[in-house]
């Protein structure tokens, strides 16, 4: 057992650095879909944003550079967060489907505008200084960096996870995912709280994009990439629940990583298995936020 | 204080409300009865914002609600206690009452401490889940996160259901003590023990209008009306 540790801790460590931003890119996308059944399929290119900014301010070369590039995509997800929850307002009485092609028609055009001022050669950012090297991990070599991401992940987590189940605002999200129409009836303006929680999960998509540059860098599709495994993540774990989120991202993150290493030729098989395993066993996912009511 | 004329209703396919013309006076405990399906629920959701009227008015002292949304509506000081309950399943006691007591500050009587005077039970379980209260507790927090917003009238869509008949009957102490506070009701009821002890008059409706008024105990000496337009004898 101890062997089989020692051979497969990179994996795992991987498998814990693809959880935690996958947490933090996931969240958002459930908190909303779960509150105001808006399907964000813009999220994925939100994140791809962040990777390019991470381009832009040359991440890699300089402190200053990587913080600028958070700071920059954490303002644009802000933005892009806000301007999307206006947008998707006229449609709010109109099927889900309608909002999600509203969503998939901004992605394509965010993918292609990025594309245009990028080109589409794979961009790689390495880790800013001091974190580009790696570290002797129980024997193995790791990237001080993933590390970090780890660390980072895990700490956005705990923010998240304190204000969503400890503050008053966290209350008001998670009434609004049970049942937002009596929420509305208590004298509170569902739109204000859709706004709110869309622009901050965008901004944390952005920011997981600047984050994970390092790992995956920065190239066209990689925005659908990883707006699957979110929303596989999201499935997983259930509409609205920060803790489904994280569940479900170290889950996927160990698939992906473990289940990549261990059984490279059932690779593209696994994931979707995961899915249509947790899928038969809790159809509506592992830790439902959202509560059905007649 | 409301003054309801001619408001339709309902639906995609179906106009549920053919009409309804109703008025309250301020503090008045209306009973609404009726048969299954006749309308009294789609009339309390529009009333409060959740199902769009096609036409009429509803005017709260003298400010037109009809067609407004459910929040503008709250802050006109209409609130409500649904059909089903609808607590928030996930949200403890204590957040329920904190979310709608933040609404409702300063604008009445009504505050955490007077609620619980007037509902003990939420004061025992203010660490509980909501999803994990009986039936009649829940029916309780559903009642208190209304009056915590201090509103002007309240809107309770058969409190009484699916509840033990002791229970039901703290319901209506409940109603009865929102009575004397001065709260505007309309209750509708399935349970006719319930509705004639807490209602200062009885309206009925019947095929999407309010076909019968009349002050309760006129209404309970006269069973032909119940018979003819509740079945009931």
């Known amino acids: 057992m101890a062997g089989w540790f020692d051979a497969n801790l990179v994996s795992i460590l991987n498998g814990f650095a693809i959880g935690s931003l996958l947490f933090i890119l996931a969240v958002g996308l459930s908190i909303v879909f779960g509150m105001m059944d808006v399907l964000n399929l813009a999220h994925g290119a939100f994140f791809l944003v962040g990777s390019y900014l991470a381009v832009s301010f040359v991440a890699g070369v300089s402190w200053g550079g990587f913080l600028a590039a958070l700071a920059v995509a954490a303002l644009f997800g802000l933005l892009a967060g806000g301007v999307l929850s206006g947008m998707t307002e006229p449609l709010a009485r109109r099927p889900i489907l309608d909002q999600a092609l509203l969503t998939l028609g901004i992605s394509l055009i965010v993918a292609e505008v990025l594309s245009i001022i990028y080109g589409n050669n794979v961009r790689s950012v390495p880790g800013p200084p001091g974190l580009d090297g790696s570290v002797q991990v129980a024997g193995s070599t790791y990237p001080t960096y993933r590390l970090m991401l780890i660390a980072v992940g895990l700490?956005?987590?705990l923010v998240v996870w304190l204000v969503v189940e400890r503050t008053s605002i966290g209350a008001l999200v998670r009434a609004s995912v049970a049942d937002r129409e009596m929420v509305s009836a208590m004298g509170i303006d569902n739109r204000k709280v859709k706004f709110a929680v869309l622009g901050i999960g965008s901004m944390l998509a952005a920011v997981a994009g600047v984050l994970g540059a390092p790992v995956y860098g920065a190239?066209?599709?990689l925005d659908k990439t990883i707006l699957i495994l979110a929303l596989v993540v999201v499935v997983i774990g259930g509409l609205g629940s920060v803790r489904g989120a994280l569940i479900?991202?170290?889950?996927?993150?160990q698939v992906e990583s473990l289940g990549r290493a261990l059984l490279p030729e059932l690779a593209s098989f696994i994931l979707f298995g995961t899915l249509a395993l947790v899928l038969i066993i809790r159809p509506r996912g592992l830790f439902a936020g959202k509560v059905a009511h007649s | 204080m409301l003054e309801v004329r001619g408001l339709e209703s309902g639906y995609k396919r179906s106009t549920v409300l053919q009409g309804v013309d109703l008025d309250l006076a301020a503090g008045q405990v209306l009973g609404l009865l009726g048969r299954n399906g006749v309308g009294k629920t789609t009339l309390i959701n529009t009333l409060m914002g959740l199902v769009t009227p096609s036409a009429?008015?509803?005017?709260?002292?003298g400010a037109d609600l009809a067609g407004r949304r459910p929040d503008v509506i709250a802050r006109a000081g209409v609130a409500l206690v649904p059909q089903g309950r609808r607590v928030w399943a996930p949200l403890t006691v204590a957040e329920h009452l904190a979310l709608a007591a933040r609404r409702g500050r300063g604008r009445g009587p009504w505050d955490t401490a007077r609620v619980i005077e007037l509902l003990p039970r939420l004061g025992e379980r203010d660490r509980h889940q909501a999803g994990?209260?009986?039936?009649g507790?829940?029916?309780?927090?559903a009642i208190a996160r209304a009056l915590l917003t201090n509103p002007r009238l309240v809107l309770m869509d058969e409190p009484s259901d699916g509840l033990a008949p002791a229970v039901v009957d703290s319901i209506g102490e409940v109603i009865a003590g929102m009575k004397?506070?001065?709260v505007t009701l309309v209750v509708v009821e399935q349970d006719l023990h319930?509705?004639?002890a807490v209602a200062d008059e009885i309206a009925v409706m019947d095929k999407g209008r309010v076909v019968h008024r009349s002050p309760t105990l006129e209404f309970r000496r006269d069973s032909s009306i119940a018979h003819a337009l509740l079945g009931v004898a």
């Open chain 2, 194 to 196: 319930l509705a004639f």
């Open chain 2, 56 to 61: 009429g008015s509803v005017r709260l002292e």
């Open chain 1, 248 to 253: 479900g991202a170290l889950v996927i993150g």
């Open chain 2, 132 to 135: 994990q209260l009986s039936g």
């Open chain 1, 155 to 157: 700490l956005l987590a």
């Open chain 2, 180 to 182: 004397q506070e001065g």
């Open chain 2, 137 to 141: 507790e829940q029916q309780m927090l």
């Open chain 1, 219 to 221: 190239r066209p599709g």
